[in-house]
Antibody, heavy 120, light 106 residues
Framework: QVQLQESGPGLVKPSQTLSLTCTVSGGSISSGGYYWSWIRQHPGKGLEWIGYVYYNGNTHYNPAVESGVIMSIDTSKNQFSLRLNSVTAADTAVYYC????????????WGQGTLVTVSS | DIQLTQSPSFLSASVGGSVTITCRAS??????LVWYQQKPGKAPKLLMY???TLQSGVPSRFSGRGSGTEFTLTITSLQPEDFATYYCQQVKSYPRTFGQGTKVEI
C-alpha cells in the first residue's frame, strides 16, 4: 500500500526558507489521477490546505498561503517537495503530505506529519 | 472560498451511545463532502467521501448524509477508539477547505 513520509528540518529561523520533502513508497508518484498535496495544522488548530503538485509538475496553491510557496516533484526519486519562503512564527505548524484523489478529492493516505517551528 | 462550519465544536458521549456532527457549507457543494477522524499526535484518517461512501475498513457504525449545504456524520454504538476529533472537508472547489473540527470526548 502507498505510504508517505515527510522529512526536513524541525526548526527554521524567521525570514528563512522552510523546505520539506515527502517520500512516497509502495506506488509510483508518476501515475496520473492523484494530486500530491501539502496540508498544515497550526498547534491546537484545524487543517489548512497549502496546495498540490501534479505528476507533470503542474501546481495549484491556496491563495491564502500562495505568497512564497513553491512545490515541486521529482519522479526519479518518487518524492515531492514544499518550499515556503520568508517564514514567520505564523508558519509554525505540523506539516502533512498527502495523496489527493483527482476526481473524488479526498486525501488518503497521509504522512505522519512533521512539526516545523519557526523561531530564532 | 467555501467556508465549512461544524457544530458542535465539542461533544461529550458515552461508550455505546451515538453522536451526530453537523457540517454546514457557505454555498452549495452538492455531495462533494469528505469526513476525517484525527487522534492526538496522528494524521487525519479518511472515514468517508462523497458524503456517504465509507472508506474501506471503516466500520458501518459510521454514516453520512446530506446534500447542498448541510451534512451530518453519525456514529452509533460508540466505541472507545471513536473518541477523537472529526473534520469535514469540501472537495467541490479550490481552495480545498476544512471545517474547524468537532472533538468527541468521553
Amino acid at each position: 500500500q502507498v505510504q508517505l513520509q515527510e522529512s526536513g528540518p524541525g526548526l527554521v529561523k524567521p525570514s528563512q526558507t522552510l523546505s520539506l520533502t515527502c517520500t512516497v513508497s509502495g506506488g509510483s508518484i508518476s501515475s496520473g489521477g492523484y494530486y500530491w498535496s501539502w496540508i498544515r495544522q497550526h498547534p491546537g488548530k484545524g487543517l489548512e490546505w497549502i496546495g498540490y503538485v501534479y505528476y507533470n509538475g503542474n501546481t495549484h496553491y491556496n491563495p491564502a498561503v500562495e505568497s512564497g510557496v513553491i512545490m515541486s516533484i521529482d519522479t526519479s526519486k518518487n518524492q515531492f517537495s514544499l518550499r515556503l519562503n520568508s517564514v514567520t512564527a505564523a508558519d509554525t505548524a505540523v506539516y502533512y503530505c498527502a495523496r489527493g484523489a483527482e476526481w473524488l478529492g479526498f486525501f488518503d493516505p497521509w504522512g505522519q506529519g512533521t512539526l516545523v517551528t519557526v523561531s530564532s | 472560498d467555501i467556508q465549512l462550519t461544524q457544530s458542535p465544536s465539542f461533544l461529550s458521549a458515552s461508550v455505546g451511545g451515538s453522536v451526530t456532527i453537523t457540517c454546514r457549507a457557505s454555498q452549495d457543494i452538492t455531495s462533494y463532502l469528505v469526513w476525517y477522524q484525527q487522534k492526538p499526535g496522528k494524521a487525519p484518517k479518511l472515514l468517508m467521501y462523497a458524503t456517504s461512501t465509507l472508506q474501506s475498513g471503516v466500520p458501518s457504525r459510521f454514516s453520512g448524509r446530506g446534500s447542498g449545504t448541510e451534512f451530518t456524520l453519525t456514529i452509533t454504538s460508540l466505541q472507545p477508539e471513536d473518541f477523537a476529533t472529526y473534520y469535514c472537508q469540501q472537495v467541490k472547489s479550490y481552495p480545498r477547505t476544512f471545517g474547524q473540527g468537532t472533538k468527541v470526548e468521553i
